[in-house]
Structure formats: C-alpha cells, structure tokens
C-alpha cells in the first residue's frame, strides 16, 4: 500500500463495494466487480474492472491502485498475479457470520475509520440476537437452503447461521461448514431422507425454478414440497458475505420462514 488510508480501491466482489459505501467511504473505490449492484448508483459511478473468477488486469494497473480487495481463494490467482506487479492486495475469506463482521470492522480499519465500521458490525450482531429472542422457544423448522442445482450444493456457513438466527435448522449444519462448494455437495435422496419443512433455493447467477425443485424424482413427499414451501432468495441478497446477507438476505430467511414457526 503506497500511502494511508489508501486512496485508490479496487474491490473484486460486491460485499466490500457496498461496506465502503456505507462507511462513506466511495471516494476511495476506483473499480468494481461486475456484479456490484450494492447500493444501485454503484453502476453508475465506478468502473467494472472484474468478473468474479476473472478480472481484466490491465484496466486495473491503470486505475493505479493503492490498495485491491478481493476474497476467497477461488480469487487467489487474481491475486498472485496483481501482487507480481507489484500491487498491494489484501484477501478476505470469512466464511461465517462471524467473519462477515470481521470483514467490516478490518475493512474500517485499513480505510482508516475503525470506530464507524465498529458500530456499523455491531448494529448487526445485535439485529440479528433481537431476532433471535424474538422466536426463542417456538418450534423450529428444519430448512434445506439450495446454493446451486447441478449438483445440488447446500448453504455456506453464514446461511446456515442466518438460518438458525431466523428460527430455523440448517438440515446439513455439518456441510456448511465447509469452504469449498464441493465439499457440499448433496445427493437428492439426502434431501428426502432430511425432510425440510422449508427449501430456500438462491442459483448464483441465475434464477430459481421452483417447479423444477418440486418436480424431482422422490420429492413430492417432502414435506416443504408437499405444503408448497419453496423459496427463492436472490443470489445478490444471500450469497455476498457483508451487509446484504446480514440485512436484506436474513429479512427473505425470516419472511419465508415466518409461516413455518410455531
């Protein structure tokens, strides 16, 4: 990084655009991911400089970076070649409800404004223990959350917890503690065999087909299928790891969920 805070930001996934944004810090983003939409007039100001597995090199080093935030390691490579041309990159990887709100409060902290992102994460963590409180001790609806159909993959970890936060179980809590989408992959007799009360379904990228998920082999009986509880979330709200999923997503949990609770 050339100076601090750095001036010049190139955000490769939409939830650190958006965090910036809401720490009124926009000034500093000089490029974005294509898939930036938080808030709306991000596509109109900044220049899309990214996919999400892939990002145009060239358009980035003349924007002259200070500083490039990208996440995960499926954007390792994007990385490792900006870190060869000698820019300063730092790569989140939270995976969890938890490391959403470190993601903000660290995110605060390199744009030099550690107090306001503080209080920014912390008025979530307690939006979502109200909400919690809130359906303590009601029945709790068992949720098959669907993040991809061919194969079908289950919910990352902080669906999973978002889940539990609007008073629901996660049917594969052990699975969305994996990182890697592979490692979630679900056969769809699982599914029938953990019989979900309520099926969310976010398909990154493209929309839900909730007749197709009804229609599958074996799944009439499924009790979410059966009482006509199928979901779409979409992938914008859910499945961005920062403010949209602690806000906007975890309202489309609790909305499809409120019907369910007991």
């Known amino acids: ?12 996934t939409e939830e650190t655009v958006e965090t910036l944004y809401l720490l009124g810090q926009e000034r500093r983003i000089v490029g974005v991911s294509g898939y930036a939409v938080r808030p709306p007039r991000v596509r109109r100001e900044k220049p899309r400089v990214s996919a999400f597995t892939s990002a145009d090199l060239p358009k980035i080093l003349a924007l002259e970076p200070d500083l490039v935030l990208a996440f995960s390691d499926l954007q390792a490579n994007i990385a490792a070649d900006l870190a060869r041309a000698g820019i300063a990159v730092h790569l989140f990887n939270q995976r969890d409800v938890a490391g959403c709100l470190a993601m903000i409060r660290t995110l605060g902290a390199l744009v030099g404004v550690p ?33 991809w159909d061919e194969p ?21 809590p052990d699975r969305a503690r ?18 979900p009360d309520v099926i969310l379904a976010s398909w990154c990228g493209k929309k839900v087909n909730v007749a197709r998920i009804a229609s599958r082999s074996g799944w009439a ?16 709200l859910i499945l961005q790891p920062g403010p949209a999923a602690l806000t906007d997503g975890f309202a489309a949990i609790r909305a499809a969920l409120a019907g369910s609770l007991a």
Do not use: N, T
């Open 115 to 147: 107090d306001r992102a503080d209080a920014l994460a912390q008025g979530y963590a307690d939006a979502l223990a109200r909400a919690a409180a809130e359906v303590a001790g009601r029945r709790r609806p068992r949720v098959y959350f669907e993040e």
């Open 178 to 195: 994996m990182a890697a989408a592979v490692d979630r992959i679900v056969a769809p007799e699982a599914v029938i065999a953990a019989a």
């Open 152 to 172: 079908m993959i289950s919910g990352i970890g902080w669906v999973s917890e978002l889940i539990g936060h609007a008073g629901g179980d996660d049917v594969f």
């Open 1 to 12: 990084m050339r100076r601090f805070p750095p001036e010049r930001i190139v955000c490769l």
């Open 221 to 236: 009986a499924i009790p979410a299928v059966r009482d006509g509880r199928i979901h779409e979330i979409k992938s914008p």
